[in-house]
DNA sequence: AACGCACACAACCGCTCGCTA
DNA sequence: CTAGCGAGCGGTTGTGTGCGT
């Protein structure tokens, strides 16, 4: 097998994407869904193969998706997830609302595992970079992860205050600009800045910490090739795309609406997540992975009353005993990804000024779909909050894109 | 101003998996 | 059971851009 047929056709456009194209396709699937990838760029009238046109939708075109730099927490939440999930891009996508696989592939080679390796952690690994001397590099596979107990294995500290330790974190309120001019001079004269509060905390853990590396399980293991997730996680999702623990007594009146059967226990790529990391005080007491999903259109938090959001319970102690500041993520998860909550937001619809019609009703447009329409189906039937993107994010990509539309 | 380098991002390639005939 | 096909994933490469010299 190997090679998508299609791609051995001739005369095949390859390379960037012109406008054009863009435009084509952004049509075509707007319009009539995917049914079929390989029949899209025949349909769309484009010279490319289906791969090509699916790649370039859900890396560029989706409506959903979150342009811009990352932020701070969300570099955070990634190597978080990246201890627990390693290299599956995907499902470390899954998690974050608006971002690719690509884009986390990209900002985790060329950016995180920078400031890892430079902190003294490996970044394969997660664990100090003497810990593994001599067999470093070495990249997790599901063996690693699964020897032994099949459990999951998320890096936090088991032992130790850390807050005694590592300093609180001054709010990641830097422009971009001044985020990558403080980030340069960082990287080269190893300088700490706030930008990077976190991995020194991560480094200072792991380096003063005598258990620091001691990983806690979750509870189940994701990786057993013989079960799906929904019957191993511990994570369900109720009809509000809500991820509990289910034996959180915050959410135990929400069992009942847990997943239906069959339905993806992932989080949709419209809906905020808020994860912690709950430190089991005791050996006996395995820690657990909680992560809790509001779907952007039901979260109170979409409405600008951030503060009414669903939040853990205050008196969760386990937030500070976390190396990452969860309490701060959600926070920030909730003033920074919520679609729609900057002002300044602009409309796709807007955006693509004619592109596609501002008066178009979209639950309308997701029944012509009826179901051939996969993911993006969710920012159809979640209306235009899916829409709402930054301007200031789009930057050339901006303004590539919206030439051809105006000329619609 | 020109050049080279480093970086970020986009896209391609090869592979696996699941479905179906 | 097997082959063919499509979808998706992860690794890798290509390219544009910004910055320093």
Known sequence: MGRHSCCYKQKLRKGLWSPEEDEKL?????????????????????????????????NYLRPDLKRGSFSQQEENLIVELHAALGNRWSQLAAQLPGRTDNEIKNLWNSCITKKLRQRGIDPNTHKPLSETKGGEDKVLTISDKTSGSSELKLLAPTTGN?????????PPSMSVADRNQTERSSSKNFVTSTKDFSLDQFAAASHESSNSMDYFPLRNSVYSPNLSMHQTLPLWFNQNS?????????????????????????VSTSVDLKPTVSIAEDDSL????????????????????????????????LFESSIFQWPDLLLNKQAQIQLGAEPEDLKWSEYLNGAISPSTDFQNQSQLFNGSVKEENQFLTDGLSSWLQPPELFGKDFQKISTPFKQI
């Open 26 to 58: 952004l049509k075509h699937i707007t319009k009539y869904g995917h049914v079929c990838w390989s029949s899209v760029p025949k349909l769309a009238g484009l010279q490319r193969c289906g791969k090509s046109c699916r790649l370039r939708w859900i």
């Open 162 to 170: 850390l807050n005694s330790i590592v300093p609180q974190p001054a």
């Open 242 to 266: 809500r991820l509990f623990d289910m034996n959180s007594e915050l959410n135990c009146s929400m069992i009942s609406t847990a997943v239906p059967s069959g339905s993806r226990p992932i």
């Open 286 to 317: 395995p820690g657990f992975q909680y992560l809790e999903a509001g779907n952007s259109s039901n979260n109170s938090a979409s409405t600008g009353n951030a503060s009414s959001g669903t939040e853990l319970p205050s008196n969760n102690s």
